[in-house]
């Protein structure tokens, strides 16, 4: 059966190769007589594909020496809490920026833990951009400020990161891991789910500066705790182990490409076909404020609902599957990770062109 393109948020399209990969190693892994889902996590055979992803991932990302990487069960999801119990300790007192659902979601999580000071918000605007961090309210001895680097429901990513000074820079970067160079040395922390850009669901990546450990809280339960899965190769109990072995291929085929760079320029290629024809058209609109438009997640709108419904069908009759928008946003959204090809992005402006035709 032929693939479609899926510009689905998350899970999302993983690239042909890594799937056939995948499936050649999936009932003998090498030499081994066994498949990776059947290995123990503690033997060296697992341990080879384990560290050859760890050190793909710091390879691809530019992980600098003094930060450990992990591997963590629960998602991004589990990491909202995470973040007040291992650095909420000090004053108890977090800011963050309120850009989008998921930053929404993060505060709302971590005010079962101490204060949360929302220090710039675009909420009342229907995050239709970022926050202006110039006027943003900064509490001065708060124990981490806390930003999502790409707004994967609104479609808006930050182009400046907040200068916080020796307050430590908190970063959910679910949705544009790995796609646009990232300077993780501007970060005390920072982290992505797995699903967007870097394989199955279930799993995040986190990268913590090693000055930030041993500050949890003494009822952050062990799998959360950092400093012990730090201590423990993320592995205080039975990791998902064919998460990370499918990071690794991720990684191995990104770094195949040209890693970061290369894709950082296709990523820009892909999203302007997109952005151009929105911006020439007379049916379909992107809200979004320009600058911060994200490469990553194109939120789009007829203004009517009856034809973005119809749109939509449209889509899916040729191929192109999972285009509506998140129900706080209505309309569309393509979803365009690494893994979507420039074709995708063709074919759609095609269909929105011949819709738009029949639909003047
Ligand atoms: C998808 C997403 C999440 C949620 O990820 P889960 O793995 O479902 O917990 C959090 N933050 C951002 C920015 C996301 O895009």
């Not at 450990?68 to 108890?92: C, D, I, K, W």
Request: hydrophobic content about 40%.
């Amino acid at each position: 059966m032929e693939r479609v393109y899926n510009f689905s948020a998350g899970p999302s399209m993983i690239d042909e190769s890594v799937l056939q990969k995948a499936a050649a190693e999936l009932v003998c892994y090498g030499d081994k007589g066994m498949s990776v889902l059947e290995m123990s996590h503690r033997s060296s055979m697992f341990m080879d594909i384990y560290n050859e992803a760890l050190a793909l991932f710091k390879e691809l990302m530019g992980v600098p020496e003094n930060y450990e990487v992990l591997f963590l069960q629960g998602g991004a999801t589990l990491e909202f809490s995470a973040v007040p119990l291992n650095l909420m300790t000090g004053s108890r007192v977090a800011d963050y920026i309120d850009s989008g659902n998921f930053a929404h979601l993060a505060a709302e999580e971590a005010k079962k833990y101490g204060t949360v000071n929302i220090a710039a918000s675009s909420r009342a605007e229907n995050y239709v951009r970022i926050p202006d961090l110039k006027t943003a309210k900064f509490t001065p001895n708060a124990d981490y400020v806390y930003i999502t680097t790409n707004n994967t429901i609104y479609g808006t990513r930050y182009i400046e990161l907040p200068n916080t000074g020796t307050v430590p820079l908190v970063g959910d970067a679910s949705s544009n891991i790995l796609s646009e160079p990232i300077d993780v040395s501007r970060f005390g922390v920072i982290f992505a789910g797995t699903q967007k850009n870097m394989g199955p669901a279930g799993m995040a990546v986190l990268m913590v500066r090693k000055d930030l450990l041993g500050k949890a809280d003494p009822l952050c339960p062990k799998v959360v705790d950092w400093t012990i899965q730090a201590k423990n190769e993320s592995m205080i109990n039975t990791p998902n182990t064919f998460a990370i072995y499918m990071v690794k291929l991720v990684c191995e085929w990104m770094k195949a490409r040209g890693g970061v760079p290369a894709f950082y320029e296709y990523n820009q290629a892909k999203a302007k076909i997109l952005y151009d024809y929105l911006d020439g058209s007379k049916l379909f609109h992107n809200p979004v404020v320009k600058e911060y438009r994200s490469l990553m997640n194109v939120t789009f709108v007829t203004g009517d609902e009856a034809k973005d419904e119809a749109f939509v069908k449209m889509c899916t009759k040729n191929g192109l599957l999972n285009i509506k928008g998140h129900r706080n946003v209505g309309g569309m959204r393509a979803s365009i990770y690494n893994a979507m090809p420039v074709e995708g992005l063709q074919k759609l402006v095609a269909v929105m062109a011949q819709f738009e035709k029949e639909n003047a």
